[in-house]
C-alpha cells in the first residue's frame, strides 16, 4: 500500500494548492487527484473528504515553499492547533524545540514516518515555558523537506490504533518515492533587522530499482547565525556606571541560537515483486546549535560573587587554611560602592584568597549548545497471503544523541583553577528504540479486519560529564557552588541506563454497513514492564447524508506512558525564581533528596477523546468543521520548585547526598493535574480559475481551550495552571491564495494568532499579556521548462513583532516577550534557486 501519490494535486483539508512541481505533460490529469491518507484507517487509503476523522493533508511543494527553513516552522503556519516558538536560553530545549498540537505538550502526539512509529528525542524539555516541561518529543527538524511527498496530520485521538502517545493526534510524515530525476537547491535569508543569515543547500536524486523498483536520496546542509532582541539590563547598566570593567552590552543575548553544520540525509528504497515488496527508509542528520544564557552579574550572583544577595563579595581560600577578609559591595543605603574602591580592597587580600572579581571584573554570561546526532532505520516486507490476506512486517531502530556544550563559565568550586578556554562538556543523553511489528488485514464484501502485534524496547542514557563539570572542588565548603555554573555535568551517582520493554495486540475492523453509513472500531492492549498492563478502543462513525454533505464523529480512550527519561532523568539547571537566579536541581522521582519533598513514581497519563464534525464538499471546494474534547488525568509535568532551607541541605548532605549542598530549589516529575481540552477547527478550500490561471483560496481555524480541573497546589502552583491554560493563543488562524498561471506563480498568506500570557522567565511575579497580531507572508516566483526556477519572497513582510517586554531592562533584558507564537525576530526575506532534473 501507497503511503503517498507522487504528482498530484492537494484539494484537502488545510491546503487546496495545485500542486506546482508536475511535469508539464502531467498537469491536467494530477488536477483531477486528491491526496490521500492511510491515518485512522486500516482499509484502503482514503482522501481528506473520505475520512471518519479529521486529517490535514499538505503537499511538499506547500511545505517547501516558504521562507521557513525548520519543518517546525514550516508547520506552524500550515496547521493551526499546531505552534512552535523560537526558544531562547531554555536549556536543551534550545537544541530540540517543543511543539504543541491542540494545546498539549510535545509527547502526547504521535510520530510517524512513512506509517512507522518514530524515536524520540534525547532532550526531556526541563525549560518549555509552563506548557512543554518535562516533555520528551521527537525531533522533527531533522527531516528536510525537499524528501517529503506529503505531511498528513490526524487531529484526533489514535492511541487503539497506534499506542502509545496518540492523545492530541498523530503527524505522519511520507517521504517521496523518485525512480528518476531529482532536484537541486540553494536557499538564502536573512531578518530585517539584518541578522540571523540562514543559507541552506539541498540535492535529491531517484533511481531505479530493479525493474519495480525505487531509490530516493535526499541531503540538505543548512547553518544559521544567531539574531539578537536585547536591551541593556538595568542591573548590568548599574553594574558599568559602579566603573566595573568589561560589562558585556548587551549582558546577555536573547534571540534564535546559532546552527551550525546542520546536516540531514535521507533514504527510502522499496522493490516490488510480484506478491512480496521490500522497504527501507530512515535517516542521518547531526546538527550543533549554541545560544545564550543568563548574565552573571559580579556583585549578586550566588555562589560565585555574593552569598548574600550582593551586601559582601564572596572570597574564599583555595587551600582552606586562610581566613580571608570581607570585601563590601554596598554601602550603608544599599548602593554600589565603586569599582575602584572594591578592586583596591580585592589587590590587598592575602596571597591565599581569591575571588572571582580578579577573572571577571564585569561578570560574564554562559553560552549553551550541543551537538546533535540522529539515525533511523526501518526495514520491512509486505505481501499477500493467499489471496485476500495482507501483511506487513517490519524491524525498526532509531537513536538520537546530545552531547552537551557550555563555555565562558566556571566550576566556582575550583577557584582560580577552571579549565582550558573555560570550556566544560556536561555529558549528554541518548535515547534509543527498537520496534518489531506485524500487521495482517483482510477485507471481505463490507468489511475490514485487521490485527496486529508490537514489541518495543526504549533505553535512556546519561553519559557522565568530564571531571571539571562535576567536581567538588576544595572551595565548595566556603560557599562556592560545585559543578559547570548554569548546567552542572551528570556525576558518578547520575549517570547509566534506564530500559523498558513493552508488547502490544490491537484488533481493527471497519465496515461500510451501508453506501451511506461507515463504521470502525479498534482495541489495543499494552503492557510494560515498569507499571502493567493498559486497554484503550476507539470507536468511529460517517453518515453520508448526501454526495456533498457528511457527518463524522469518534470516541476513544488514550494513554501516555512515562518514559524511561523522565522517571530516571536529573540535571541542576540555572533558573528565574522568585525574581533571582537559583541553581534548581531538576531529579528524579526516584531519588533521595525528591522523595524528601514527596516525590513518587510516575504512573501514565490517561485520555477520553470525543469529537464530531460536519464534512460540506463539492467538485472543486471543501468545507470542514470539527468540534473535539480532550480529559486527561495524570498528566505528567514538573513539579513547583521546593526550597532548600539549610537546615533540609544539612540533613540531606549528612544522610549521604552531597548534590544538595549547591542546590536551592528542587523539582521532579509528577503525576499530579487533570485537564480538559475543547476546541473547534474550522477549514475550507476552493480552486478556482481566477485571474486567468489556476487560483486556490483557503482558510483555517483552530479555537483551543484548556482548563485545569484538578491539582494539587503545594505541587502545582496557581501560576502554572495560568500558563497551561493560556500560554498559547486560544484562537490562530489563516487565510492563503495560490496562484499559478503557466510558469509564474504567486502565493499570499494572512496568518493570525490570538492574544496569549507569558509567565516571563517562569517567574509568576513577572507576567506578561499580550495581544493578538496578524502576519503576512508572499511569495512569487517562474519555473522554466528546462526545470530551472527562482523564487522570491518574505514571512512576516510588514515586520509585525510584539509589544515590548515591560520587565526587559528591569530584569534580563529581553525586548520582547520570548516565547511569542509568531516569534520575535520580526520580517525575513529569502530567495531560493534551484533546478528539477
Given amino acids: 500500500m501507497k503511503l503517498a501519490l507522487s504528482g498530484i494535486a492537494l484539494l484537502a483539508l488545510s491546503a487546496g494548492v495545485m500542486a506546482q512541481d508536475a511535469p508539464a505533460s502531467d498537469k491536467d490529469e494530477a488536477a483531477t487527484l486528491e491526496s490521500v491518507s492511510v491515518l485512522g484507517t486500516r482499509s484502503k487509503a482514503r482522501s481528506a473528504t473520505d475520512s471518519a476523522v479529521p486529517i490535514d493533508i499538505i503537499s511538499a511543494d506547500e511545505l517547501h515553499n516558504q521562507g521557513s527553513t525548520d519543518v517546525l516552522d514550516q508547520l506552524k503556519v500550515l496547521v493551526p492547533s499546531f505552534n512552535v516558538s523560537t526558544i531562547p536560553i531554555d536549556d536543551a530545549a534550545t537544541l530540540v524545540r517543543p511543539a504543541n498540537l491542540r494545546g498539549l505538550p510535545p509527547d502526547n502526539t504521535l510520530i510517524l514516518l512513512n506509517g512507522k512509529r518514530r524515536h524520540r528525542a534525547a532532550v526531556i524539555t526541563f525549560l518549555g515555558h509552563g506548557l512543554s516541561d518535562g516533555a520528551q518529543g521527537a525531533d522533527l527538524s531533522v527531516l528536510p523537506s525537499m524528501a517529503l511527498e506529503q505531511v498528513e ?41 539584518g541578522d540571523g543569515f540562514t543559507q541552506q543547500y539541498d540535492g535529491q536524486i531517484g533511481l531505479p530499482l530493479g525493474a519495480n523498483g525505487f531509490a530516493t536520496f535526499t541531503a540538505e546542509y543548512r547553518k544559521a547565525d544567531a539574531t539578537s532582541r536585547s536591551v541593556q539590563r538595568d542591573d548590568a547598566a548599574a553594574v ?73 563579595l564572596l572570597v574564599g581560600s583555595p587551600s582552606g587554611n586562610t581566613t580571608c577578609p570581607t570585601i563590601a559591595l554596598r554601602d550603608a543605603g544599599g548602593n554600589l560602592i565603586p569599582y575602584a574602591t572594591v578592586a583596591a580592597a580585592v589587590a590587598a587580600l592575602p596571597g591565599d584568597c581569591f575571588t572571582f572579581l580578579e577573572l571577571f571584573s564585569g561578570g560574564f554570561t554562559p553560552a549553551f549548545g550541543g551537538k546533535m546526532k540522529d539515525a ?76 496486529g502485534v508490537e514489541f518495543r524496547n526504549e533505553e535512556f542514557t546519561i553519559s557522565a560529564g568530564d571531571q571539571a563539570s562535576t567536581a567538588i572542588g576544595p572551595m565548595t565548603q566556603q560557599g562556592f557552588a560545585l559543578g559547570s555554573n548554569g548546567f552542572n555535568g551528570f556525576n558518578a551517582r547520575t549517570v547509566g541506563s534506564d530500559d523498558r520493554d513493552n508488547w502490544a495486540v490491537y484488533l481493527d475492523a471497519e465496515s461500510q454497513l451501508t453506501d451511506q453509513f461507515l463504521l470502525a472500531g479498534a482495541v489495543r492492549h499494552e503492557n510494560f514492564d515498569d507499571f502493567g498492563g493498559t486497554t484503550n478502543w476507539k470507536l468511529t462513525g460517517r453518515y453520508d447524508a448526501s454526495d456533498s454533505f457528511a457527518i463524522r464523529a469518534a470516541l476513544s480512550t488514550g494513554f501516555r506512558a512515562p518514559t524511561p527519561g523522565q522517571a530516571n532523568v536529573e540535571q541542576v539547571t540555572t533558573s528565574f525564581i522568585n525574581g533571582e537566579l537559583r541553581d534548581a536541581g531538576i531529579l528524579s522521582p526516584n531519588n533521595p533528596i525528591a522523595q524528601f519533598y514527596g516525590a513518587q513514581q510516575l504512573t501514565p497519563e490517561e485520555s477520553d477523546n470525543a469529537s464530531i464534525g460536519l464534512v460540506w464538499s463539492g467538485d472543486n471546494w471543501l468545507v470542514t468543521a470539527d468540534y473535539y474534547r480532550i480529559k486527561t488525568e495524570d498528566r505528567i509535568a514538573l513539579s513547583n520548585f521546593f526550597t532548600v532551607s539549610a537546615a533540609d541541605r544539612a540533613a540531606l548532605v549528612a544522610s549521604g ?71 498559547l493563543p486560544r484562537t490562530k488562524g489563516y487565510f492563503s491564495a495560490n496562484h499559478q498561471r503557466g510558469n509564474w506563480h504567486i502565493n499570499g498568506r494572512l496568518n493570525y494568532f490570538g492574544s496569549f500570557f507569558e509567565n516571563h522567565l517562569d517567574d509568576g511575579s513577572l507576567p506578561i499579556y499580550e495581544g493578538s497580531a496578524f502576519t503576512v507572508d508572499l511569495e512569487t516566483g517562474w519555473e522554466w521548462d528546462s526545470g530551472l526556477y527562482f523564487n522570491v519572497g518574505a514571512q512576516n513582510i510588514f515586520d509585525e513583532t510584539p509589544d515590548d517586554n515591560p520587565w526587559g531592562a528591569l530584569v534580563a533584558g529581553a525586548q520582547y516577550p520570548v516565547h511569542t507564537p509568531y516569534g520575535f525576530n520580526g520580517g525575513f526575506y529569502y530567495a531560493r534557486v534551484g533546478w528539477k532534473f
Wanted: proline content about 4%.
Fill in 153 to 193: 496530520v490526524l487531529r484526533d485521538g489514535a492511541a487503539a490504533q497506534y499506542g502509545s502517545d496518540a492523545i492530541a493526534g498523530v503527524i505522519n510524515f511520507g517521504l517521496k518515492e523518485l525512480r528518476e530525476g531529482g532536484a537541486v537547491e540553494v536557499f538564502g535569508g536573512q531578518f530585517f533587522e
Fill in 240 to 312: 558599568a556606571a559602579a566603573g566595573y570593567p568589561n560589562v558585556p552590552n548587551p549582558a546577555q543575548i536573547w534571540g534564535s541560537p546559532e546552527v551550525k553544520d546542520d546536516t540531514k540525509f535521507v533514504y527510502n528504497l522499496g522493490l516490488e515483486g510480484e506478491n512480496l515488496e521490500f522497504y527501507l527508509f530512515g535517516n542521518i542528520a547531526s546538527r550543533e546549535t549554541e545560544g545564550g544564557f543568563y548574565y552573571r552579574n559580579p556583585t549578586t550572583r550566588g555562589g560565585v560573587y555574593s552569598n548574600d544577595g550582593g551586601d559582601t
Fill in 376 to 451: 533511523a532505520f526501518n526495514a520491512g516486507l509486505k505481501g499477500v497471503w493467499g489471496a485476500d490476506v495482507y501483511w506487513d512486517f517490519s524491524v525498526s531502530y532509531g537513536r538520537n544523541e546530545i552531547d552537551f556544550i557550555i563555555r565562558n563559565t566556571v566550576n566556582a568550586s575550583l577557584g582560580p583553577n577552571q579549565p582550558a578556554g573555560l570550556l566544560f562538556r556536561p555529558g549528554g543523553n541518548e535515547q534509543e528504540e527498537r520496534n518489531i511489528n506485524l500487521d495482517l488485514t483482510k477485507a471481505f464484501d463490507r468489511v475490514n479486519f485487521a490485527a
Fill in 657 to 727: 547526598n552531597p548534590e544538595a549542598a549547591s542546590i536551592s530549589e528542587v523539582q521532579f516529575f509528577v503525576n499530579d493535574f487533570e485537564t480538559t481540552t475543547t476546541g473547534l477547527d474550522l477549514v475550507g478550500s476552493i480552486q478556482t480559475d481566477h485571474f486567468g490561471g489556476d487560483t486556490s483560496y483557503s482558510v483555517a481555524l483552530n479555537i483551543n481551550d484548556t482548563e485545569v480541573d484538578d491539582f494539587t497546589p503545594g505541587i502545582i502552583s496557581d501560576v502554572r495552571v495560568q500558563v497551561l491554560e493560556e500560554s
